[in-house]
Each structure stands twice: as structure tokens, then as C-alpha cells.
């Protein structure tokens, strides 16, 4: 069974990089990964 991962607020950032597509389109692979989690803190971290 993969272990499950935390993703970073610098990965959701990514997500909406229109700078850096590269790493745009590997922050979503990460992001769409069953066993990814994202914890309240980086909810809140990107959210402000």
C-alpha cells in the first residue's frame, strides 16, 4: 500500500502558475494522486 504524502503550499501555488507551466502541470499530476492529503494549514496558508 503507497504511503500517503502531504502536499506543500508552494505545490497548490504551482497549480496556478501561468509563469511556469512545467511545474504547473507537475503540481497537478501530485495533486490528482489518491493518496495526496492537504492539511488545513496549507489551505489557509494559500487562502491568504
Given at each position: ?14 497549480l ?6 512545467e ?7 501530485c ?15 494559500v487562502?491568504?
Amino acid at each position: 500500500m503507497p504511503a500517503k504524502f502531504f502536499l506543500d503550499s508552494n505545490v497548490l501555488i504551482y497549480l496556478y502558475s501561468e509563469d511556469e507551466p512545467e511545474k504547473a502541470t507537475l503540481a497537478l499530476k501530485c495533486a490528482q494522486q489518491p493518496d495526496a492529503w492537504i492539511s488545513t494549514q496549507v489551505l489557509n496558508e494559500v487562502s491568504q
